[in-house]
């Protein structure tokens, strides 16, 4: 035997070893394939079902309140579906930048459920939060997201409760988030049939959900059972005395939105302009923010729109500034102190923040809204991150 053969893998195990790399690029290629399937499932099914409305509409000419609310559910699933295939397309595409810092697990879900409340409340959904103290090492951007799509994720599912436990795991010191609920009613299973796992568990929510765990280095389990889905997400990165595995290059003091790529994708934002003109200058502004942007001509029309649930920020022209809005705002901060408004001036160029000569409103000028409206918009949301 040649001596330099000791060692040396055979012809054999070279074949087992180089078939793992390839088998696994074929289950990710297989993944991909899959969720393109499912997001043009999910685009096209509520489109079709809005399709045969309108043409209904169309036809008779008539709708009624019913028809249209279920019209508008329709096309907000579509767009919704539409936006999370473009955030999955974000992280697929590897240029996401993070941003490590310093975050109190506990409050950065506090401040998510407390800005969902309204919604829950419109759900009959009951929020449970058992949180101890716990410190992660993420993006807050990313933290951001994942928390809000899982709140996305049980209100879709669950029957009336949701339970949210923060924890420490023993060894390694790992912090825990639990989400857990009821996704079936309990008396449903009585007579033995309809075991199988609801497929609304497996929507693009939780793909997005899933994706954006393994993007920050989260270790994700989920488990499913006749009545309950309960989902772990377990943060190695969990502050100490010691920090390990991050550099002080890594590790920023404060947000750090311009390393991440589009860091507010997804995000909700209500914007408050009756006229067309001011409505376009907003939207072509935000174009390339992949937000979720609503529009509205009044205030009490924003009132109205906010009731089943907040948006993220509320941005709104300068003649629709008066008192109905200064008492629609107040309403708002007191449920959530730190929610982002933004007003757009008629003239100017400059932008003040939230807080600037005690104004809890920021401000845009209107001359420079292609210019500064993201940086404000990015600017005030990662302020309460």
């Given amino acids: 035997m040649d001596m330099s053969d000791i060692g040396r893998p055979s012809a054999t195990q ?21 969720l393109l399937a499912q997001i043009g499932a999910e685009v096209a099914g509520p489109l079709t079902a ?24 329709e096309v907000e699933a579509a767009r919704q579906a539409g936006m999370i295939g473009q955030q999955l397309t974000r992280f697929a595409s590897g240029r996401l930048r993070q941003s490590h810092e310093r975050m109190q697990l ?47 994720w049980a209100l879709a599912n669950a029957q009336s409760r949701i339970d949210f436990s923060i924890d420490i795991k023993p060894w390694p010191t790992h912090a825990r988030l639990a989400c857990r609920f ?44 006749d009545h309950y889905s309960t989902l772990v997400l377990e943060f190695p990165r969990t502050a100490s005395t010691e920090i390990e595995g991050v550099s002080a290059l890594e590790l920023n003091d404060g947000f750090a939105p311009s390393t991440n790529s589009q ?23 935000l174009r390339n923010m992949s937000l979720i942007v ?19 920020a509320i941005i709104i022209e300068s003649i629709q500034s008066g008192e109905r809005f200064a008492n629609f705002r107040e309403e708002i901060a007191k449920e959530v102190p730190d929610f982002v408004f933004i007003e757009i001036i008629e003239e100017g160029t400059t932008f003040e923040m939230s807080g600037f000569s005690g104004s809890p409103v920021a401000r845009v000028g209107r001359d420079a809204l292609a210019s500064s409206l993201p940086s404000a918009l990015m600017f005030e949301l990662s302020k309460g991150l």
Avoid at 112 to 141: C, F, M
Avoid at 263 to 285: K, N, T, W
């Fill in 294 to 312: 609503d529009f509205v001509n009044s205030v009490d029309e924003a009132v109205v729109f906010c009731r089943e649930g907040l948006p993220h």
């Fill in 182 to 225: 009821a996704h079936r009613p309990v008396d449903e299973l009585a007579d033995g049939r309809n075991a199988d796992k609801p497929r609304a568990l497996d929507s693009l929510t939780w793909r997005l959900l899933e994706q954006t765990a393994w993007t920050m280095g989260l270790i994700v389990e989920r488990t499913d059972e």
């Fill in 14 to 34: 070279e074949a087992a070893m180089s078939a793992v790399p390839a088998e696994a690029h074929q289950q990710e290629i297989k993944r991909l394939h899959q």
């Fill in 50 to 73: 809005a399709l045969e409305r309108v043409n209904t509409l169309t036809n008779t000419g008539r709708i009624d309140r019913n028809g249209l609310r279920e019209l508008r559910d």
């Fill in 106 to 152: 506990s409050d950065v879900l506090n401040g998510v459920l407390a800005h969902r409340g309204r919604e829950t409340q419109a759900r009959g959904i009951t929020l449970k939060p058992v949180l101890k103290p716990a410190e992660v090492i993420v993006d807050a951007s990313l933290l951001f997201s994942l928390l809000n799509s899982t709140v996305d």
């Fill in 263 to 285: 860091p507010l994708a997804g995000s909700h934002v209500l914007v408050v302009a009756s006229r067309r003109e001011m409505r376009v200058q907003i939207r072509d502004a």
